[in-house]
């Protein structure tokens, strides 16, 4: 079993105007909840979460003597990472079939990386 | 190419056998590094061993048992993880060729697997042709155009993205096979061309246009109401007839020199 992360990457424009009660985000929160559940029942779940909007994060440097924290986020960019799933799969083709399906879920594009392997296991 | 010697003679027998031999290996052991890595050692053993023993019956088996054995010897080498338990049953597989799905030529399943979407499109040719075509890395710079590092990169990172990324050796089903019908043709089409007039060597590499017609043929039994796979193969073997009017003396022949007569059906099975 090997591990990858799905990223789910988007404008900011996507986290700031979202309106809740909108059907279609309503639908977009029960299908992902459903893809969630699902991802349990056939145990590839190892954790996934939304984030909020990219103003909200904070740069900390720690290579020098002293941490130096920055505003905002470490790449200005106009997409950046607004969720992500990491999920056990036996293999790549595995992994694409479950990001396909949480793509569909999300309504949004999925990215696929697996994790380094850990050494001592190989 | 193949001078006379016995050394040619071996180079030229594993050049023949080494898609057979990697796709062999590849399925059994599922990397391709190990894959390759055997089956050079065993054209050094070969090359050890046949002067004295005499070329094997069938030296292509020969290579293929010889390979595995090295194979395992590596794993074991390397330590792995269960590497004994996995050894033992490679050894005492009772069932070599598992159920292999509607793709059963592993190497048409190399293909498959070298023509996976999450490979970049310039990179699945060039794997197949350095797989299952056995082409030099030189030899397929040569044929994109594109210096050898580059291309030597290229493959590199497929092979990294197929290991770290865990691409399966897997049967490919039949979704895939239709997905991934263009460019398993456009795979085969280029190791027919490069065997059609290839960029060292010999002009016409006769072992690369059969293997490219065999693997054709394989595709259209797969699927047989497909047109471009009928139409490939209908084309590849066409070409294939006038092979013998295209070479005088050992170079391609001129235009002017071409003649009917020479044209000869000999695919026709």
Known sequence: MAQYLLSVHGTSADHVDVDHNDPAIQKMYADVGTFNDQLQTDGHWVFAGGLTDIADATVVDGTGNDAVVTDGPYAESKEFLGGFWV????????ALKLAAAGSR???GPVEVRPFQADPAAE | MTDGSLGGRIEGIYRDEYGRVVASLARRFGDLDIAEDAAGEALLAALERWPDDGVPPNPGGWLTTTATRRAIDRIRRENLRDAKHQAAVMIDDP?????????????????FVCCHPALAPEARVALALRLLGGLTVAEIARAFLVPETTMARRITRAKAKIKAARIPFRVPDADDVTDRRATVLAVLYLIFNEGYLSSSGDPIRTELTGEAIRLG???????????EAAGLLALMLLIEARKRSRVAGGNPAEIAHLTRRREQLHNSR
């Open chain 2, 95 to 111: 069932t070599p060729h598992e159920p292999t799905g509607i793709v059963e030529d592993d190497r048409l399943r190399l293909i």
């Open chain 1, 87 to 94: 999920i056990e799969a036996p293999d790549l083709d595995t």
């Open chain 1, 105 to 107: 879920a999300c309504q």
């Open chain 2, 217 to 227: 043929r394989l595709v259209h039994d797969l699927l047989p109401d497909d047109g």
